[in-house]
Structures are given as C-alpha cells and as structure tokens.
C-alpha cells in the first residue's frame, strides 16, 4: 500500500463505521477494509481516461470536492494531500484535516514539476496555478483543526494558510514490530516511485561513479529515461510482490533516500529492517532517522556529497536497539489513538 493508503487503513481502524467519500474509486484495487466500505464518488469518477489522464483533470478537483454532500455527519476527517481538506461540511460538524502535503505542484515545488518558463503553456499552467493556490488558501478556512505528518509540512500550512497544526507521525508499523539483527549483503537499495523529485537520477548517477551494487525497486513517470543504458552495477526491478521489497530491505548494506520528501515512509521501513538510511538532509528524513545512529545525511544533492555519506555510513557501526527506539514513534496504534484524542476532544 502507498503513504495515503495506509493513512487510510488506519483512520478505519480508528472508526468503522465511517463512510468514505472520494473524487476517484476503481473497485478491486485497494484492501478489503476499503473496499468494504459504503464509498461515495464525485462526478470526475464518471469522467473518460480517469485511469490514464486523471492529472489533466486537476482544474476541476475543486469543483469536484465541493460537490460531495456531507449532510447528516457530525464529524469530517479529511485525508489530503490535493483538494480534500477542501469539502464543506455543515456547520455545526467538525473538521479534521491530515495533511500529506499542500498542493506541492502549485506552492513550494511548482517550477520543480513545470520548468516551462515560455510560451503559450506556461501562461496556461500559470493562470491555472494562480487558481488553484487562491482555492487552496481560502479552503483552509472550512479546516477547524490541522494535523499533519511532519513539522515540515507543519511549517507550510503555517506559511499557506496561516494555521497552526499537530504533527501525527503516520502508522508505519504495528505496536508490537521488532526490530532484527540480519547479516548483509553488499548492495544498497531503493524503493521510491519514478518522479522527478525523488532524485533517482542522482543516486544513478552516483553509483555509476561509486560502482557498489544498487537495487532501485519501483516505476512511473520517469522510468523510461531513468532506466535507460544503466550501468551493470544497478539493477531495476518492478512490480514486486511486498514479501520481495521485505527481503531485500533485510538483506540491503543501505537505504538511499535523496530526494526532499513530505515525510517518507520507505526510510522508516528500512530501519525497522536495520537497514541504515543515507538521507538528503532536508524535508521529513531529518524527523524520522537520527543521525549517526539510523543513518546519516548529505547536505546537498550532488554526486560527491551522496557518496561521500555512504562512505561515512559504511565505518558507522550501527545498533539494533537505535533501530528500535526510532522505529517506536510511528506505529499504527499511536496514530489511531492521537487522531482519536483530538476528535473526542471536539466532538
């Protein structure tokens, strides 16, 4: 399951008997929990291509959201990390909104997804972009209480939309999930999916300088020129059963997380592996690896500075019981139980 998934699972855990509401819905493709449920779609789900060309319907998602009729519940949980924190719910309900993220591709990372800085598409993104982030800011005010998954998203929905917020670590792992010692073997590994701000290209590019054997487990977007002519010593593979990603994540020297990432819930898995992480030193990695004991971290995004950090983390002699404490802070009943504190305290 991916980051929002999980999130998922576990706010049903936390109430089951919620119902869901949602802008998309294929049946047969998420768990039985979720698809067990009574599940309410806006009209994009009837929209044609949704499968293939959904992004191409973002102008609407606002539209779509403010669509749902939440009529009759005493309280809202929205999960977001797009338009959901935008429903209006009635009056006299309460409002809880986890954020994932902002809309990244319209804030904080918009140039990263659209360099375009010329003709006719880029006043088209721009105009739409403008929109999209005057939505976003005004949405906020039907939000009547923030938590979010890590002070750096924290510290934007303080700069966008001037509110405080908790931070809720994610369920990453159950209550009672121990940590292992496992002999290594010799490569390092990555599971990510294939997008531009990921940095997969930085981490080829360093192993193919470095030589050590890497594992990059994932697709998307950006596969095909990512994988095209890689070098002998990285192997790409896709579409892996979870018990394979396990036994690979046991088994790897390293962990290689190079990108700037809301949270991250792939460095959290590693550790509970004790598997060392070699984290970009921005975004969610510097909450969720402590330095020096469950991994280390680079300062910039460069090739000598991601392989500088591996060589630092091959003389570090890394200790199960770090894993452990580390590991501790995200699993999936401290989530239910903080996400259920806050709505008791305002229903």
Not at 1 to 18: H, Q, W, Y
Not at 130 to 135: A, F, G, K, Q, S
Not at 335 to 346: G, L
Request: aromatic share 14%; glycine share 6%.
């Amino acid at each position: 399951m991916r980051g929002g998934e999980i999130v998922l699972d576990s706010l049903l855990k936390a109430f089951p008997e919620a119902d869901l509401f949602t802008l998309f819905y294929s049946k047969g493709k998420l768990n039985e929990r979720i698809e067990n449920r009574k599940i309410t779609t806006a009209f994009t789900n009837n929209l044609p291509f949704k499968e293939k060309y959904y992004r191409y319907y973002l102008p609407v998602f606002p539209t779509a959201i403010e669509s749902l009729d939440l009529k009759g519940y005493d309280v809202v949980i929205s999960s977001s990390h797009c338009v959901a924190k935008g429903v209006i719910p009635h009056p006299d309900t309460f409002h809880l909104s986890y954020i994932h993220s902002p809309m990244r591709y319209v804030w904080d990372m918009y140039y990263d997804y659209f360099p375009a800085r010329k003709g006719f598409k880029f006043f088209l993104l721009q105009s739409i972009a403008n929109y999209l982030r005057t939505w976003d800011a005004a949405s906020a005010n039907r939000v009547d209480y923030f938590t979010c998954n890590s002070h750096f998203v924290g510290r934007r929905i303080q700069k966008y939309y001037r509110r405080d917020y908790k931070i809720v670590y994610p369920p990453c792992l159950p209550q009672d999930f121990r940590v292992n010692d496992v002999s290594k073997d010799d490569y390092y590994l990555m599971v990510s999916a294939f997008a531009p701000y990921k940095k997969i290209d930085l981490a080829i590019e360093a192993f193919r300088e470095n030589g050590k054997p890497l594992i990059l487990v994932g697709g998307g977007q950006d596969e095909g020129k990512l994988v095209k002519n890689l070098p002998k010593n990285i192997l790409w593979k896709k579409g892996l059963p979870r018990t394979e990603v396990v036994e690979l994540y046991k088994k790897a020297r390293g962990f290689i997380f190079p990108g700037m990432e809301d949270f991250g819930i792939t460095p959290v898995e590693s550790q509970a592996y004790a598997t060392p992480v070699i984290a970009y030193g921005k975004g969610g990695a510097l909450e969720s690896v402590k330095e020096d004991r469950t991994g280390v971290f680079f300062k910039e995004q460069t090739v000598k500075s991601l392989n500088d950090a591996i060589q630092r983390a091959e003389k570090i002699h890394f200790k199960r019981g770090d894993f452990q404490n580390s590991i501790n802070r995200f699993t999936e009943e401290k989530f239910v139980s903080e996400i259920r504190k806050v709505v008791d305290r305002h229903k």
